[in-house]
């Protein structure tokens, strides 16, 4: 009987408790609701310029909200929004953003192109962006699908300095342009763009 009790006790505690935290703090979807307007239903983003941040890693989307709100990445308009949030909001957005399929933009690409940077992808990115750029992991970033308009910015942003890039990325990009040139970036872009 005093055992039942105390269950019961700690339950409604427990009630009380998680009603309370819902409403100091949103829940992720609820948050991620009001980023639909330029990323697209759950972050799958229908524009060119505005990338699209589902299925995103945690670590990466958190990092990518610091840095946005440090200016320490260059942006148009993410600075100003990540100052909106509190770090708990950015942890709670993550973890919603996270576990939300992406889905690759409709784009044309180049066949051609596409096989080059495919090979090229293999040689000079894969060991970050796995699984030909689909993957999440290590931190890095989702490339294939993503909108190319933004991967095209983002990769002058890196090239210019403008953003940083880990030391051994800017090793194999340097490598890689070094080699292929101007038309290598082009067929990774075309090969990004081709992935579904
Ligand atoms: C007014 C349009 C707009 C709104 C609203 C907006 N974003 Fe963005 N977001 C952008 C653009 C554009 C970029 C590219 C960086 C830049 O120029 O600001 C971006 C980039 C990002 C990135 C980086 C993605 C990557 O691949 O590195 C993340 C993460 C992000 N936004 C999260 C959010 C979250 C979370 C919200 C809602 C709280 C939000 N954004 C609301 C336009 C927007
Ligand atoms: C040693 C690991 C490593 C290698 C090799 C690497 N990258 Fe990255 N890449 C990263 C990491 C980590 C990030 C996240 C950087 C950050 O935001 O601070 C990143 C980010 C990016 C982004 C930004 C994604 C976004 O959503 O904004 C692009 C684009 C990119 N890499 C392209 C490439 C290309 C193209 C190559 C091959 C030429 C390459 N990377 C090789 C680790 C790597």
Redesign the pocket.
Known sequence: MRQKKRQLALLIGGLVLSATAWAATPSGEM??N??A???GTNGNSQGP???T?AG?SKDY?VD??KAYKSGDRP????GR?AKG?TDEEVDA?AKFFAEQKFKAGMQVSDKGKAKKGAKLHDKYCEKCHEDGGTSSEDDA?ILAGQWEP?LHYTMKDFMDGSREMPKKMKKKLEKMHKKAGDAGMDQLMNFYASEK
């Not at 942006?75 to 993410?78: A, E, H, L, R």
């Open positions: 948050l991620g009001t980023c307007g330029c990323h310029a505005t990338p941040i995103i989307f990518a909200m942006s148009t308009i993410m929004i949030y957005m970033g933004y």
